[in-house]
Structures are given as structure tokens and as C-alpha cells.
T-cell receptor, first 113, second 119 residues
Framework: GENVEQHPSTLSVQEGDSAVIKCTYS??????FPWYKQELGKRPQLIID?????GEKKDQRIAVTLNKTAKHFSLHITETQPEDSAVYFC????????????FGSGTRLSIRP | GAVVSQHPSRVICKSGTSVKIECRSL??????MFWYRQFPKQSLMLMAT?????????EQGVEKDKFLINHASLTLSTLTVTSAHPEDSSFYIC???????????????FGPGTRLTVL
């Protein structure tokens, strides 16, 4: 089955700086890679996703890159703000009508004022 | 659209009792739903895939006789933790795939989670 590894487990950056979180996946059939933000005691919230037919996607301060050959994908947050502090999870899935999502281990991001 | 609810949001029970958690898709039909478990400061671990009208598919290491899943309708899946013990205390989250009108693809929609505490 699919295995998703995520690094780093914790990340502290100065407000205004960039944060990068990296993930790898094992199943070459995976073709959908969502990123979630989770606040304590809450459900995961989708912040951006990428499908295997593109290598990069950007939405304002958030961007995701995908390297299918290396089975790597990364989340980039620029101009970080205090409200970006949360736990971020990468995930992988085989996109179909009802595919399960396998999560990475999570990154606790802290933004220092 | 695509709202998933869970009930209850919190439950405290005594060791040895059974607890039922409901997951509902409020404005769409879901032939498949997923159940995850999340321990403190850990990731969401997929427990099982709930299939409407058929048996659930359990992930490796998940005891099907302990975590009973029933998906009797297109909008409701239930997870029953049988003979609960303190080590079953966790945050249980369900999800269901749906396609928004504005999208060409399915997306997973998560319930708000159920915090189970077993004394």
C-alpha cells in the first residue's frame, strides 16, 4: 500500500519568511496530492492540492510542487503570518470516484513574531 | 455544499462498554466513506473504508470485530467501538468524497471529528 513520509516534523520560522515542507510517496499509481492544515481539535482543511498532470500549482502565498519521477512533492508558504501556525499534513491518493487518502506524519509549523 | 457531520462530538464511556459514532453526508450521497483515527500529536491513520450496502474494508492491523462499521444508507455510516478500553481513546474522523459543482474532480470532505475518552 501507499506510504507517505513527511519532513520536518516541526518547523519554526520568523514571520515574513518562507516555510517549506517536503513529502515523498511510494505508490507510483498515486496521482492526487492534497495538503491539509489542521488546528487543534479540528478537522483537516484542504489548503491546496495538485494532480499528477502538473508540476506546480500556486494559490496566493501557497505553492505546491510535484516531481513524479522522484515521487517528491513539497509545500511552500511565503510571507508567513502568525495565522499560518498549525499542523500541516501532506497526503497521497489515487484519484477516482472514491479513493482513500493516506496522510503523512505531519509538520507542526510555528511562526515567530 | 458537501458537508459531513459527526455525532457525537465528544463521548466519555467506561471501559468495557460500546460506543457508536455516526457520520452523515448532509447534502450529498456517499457510497463510500472513510474512518480515520488520530492520537494526540500524531497523524490521521486510515482505519477502514465504509461501503454502502456491503462489508467495510479494513486496513492492516485494524480489528474488524472491535471496530464495527455499518453503511446502511447513502448518507450514513456508523463506527461502533466495541468493548472500549482506555487505549481506544482517540479522535475519530470520517470523510466522504464528493464533487463540487465548480470542480472537475472529487475532493474529500471531513467530518468535525469525535473525541472518545474511555475511562
Amino acid at each position: 500500500g501507499e506510504n507517505v513520509e513527511q519532513h520536518p516534523s516541526t518547523l519554526s520560522v520568523q514571520e515574513g519568511d518562507s516555510a517549506v515542507i517536503k513529502c515523498t510517496y511510494s505508490d507510483s499509481a498515486s496521482n492526487y496530492f492534497p495538503w491539509y492544515k489542521q488546528e487543534l481539535g479540528k478537522r483537516p482543511q484542504l489548503i491546496i492540492d495538485i494532480r499528477s498532470n502538473v508540476g506546480e500549482k500556486k494559490d496566493q502565498r501557497i505553492a505546491v510542487t510535484l516531481n513524479k519521477t522522484a515521487k517528491h512533492f513539497s509545500l511552500h508558504i511565503t510571507e508567513t503570518q502568525p495565522e499560518d501556525s498549525a499542523v500541516y499534513f501532506c497526503a497521497a491518493s489515487i484519484a477516482s470516484s472514491a479513493s482513500k487518502i493516506i496522510f503523512g506524519s505531519g509538520t507542526r509549523l510555528s511562526i515567530r513574531p | 455544499g458537501a458537508v459531513v457531520s459527526q455525532h457525537p462530538s465528544r463521548v466519555i464511556c467506561k471501559s468495557g462498554t460500546s460506543v457508536k459514532i455516526e457520520c452523515r453526508s448532509l447534502d450529498f450521497q456517499a457510497t463510500t466513506m472513510f474512518w480515520y483515527r488520530q492520537f494526540p500529536k500524531q497523524s490521521l491513520m486510515l482505519m477502514a473504508t465504509s461501503n454502502e450496502g456491503s462489508k467495510a474494508t479494513y486496513e492492516q492491523g485494524v480489528e474488524k470485530d472491535k471496530f464495527l462499521i455499518n453503511h446502511a444508507s447513502l448518507t450514513l455510516s456508523t463506527l461502533t467501538v466495541t468493548s472500549a478500553h482506555p487505549e481506544d481513546s482517540s479522535f475519530y474522523i470520517c470523510s466522504a468524497p464528493a464533487r463540487l459543482a465548480s470542480s472537475s474532480y472529487n475532493e474529500q470532505f471531513f467530518g468535525p471529528g469525535t473525541r472518545l475518552t474511555v475511562l
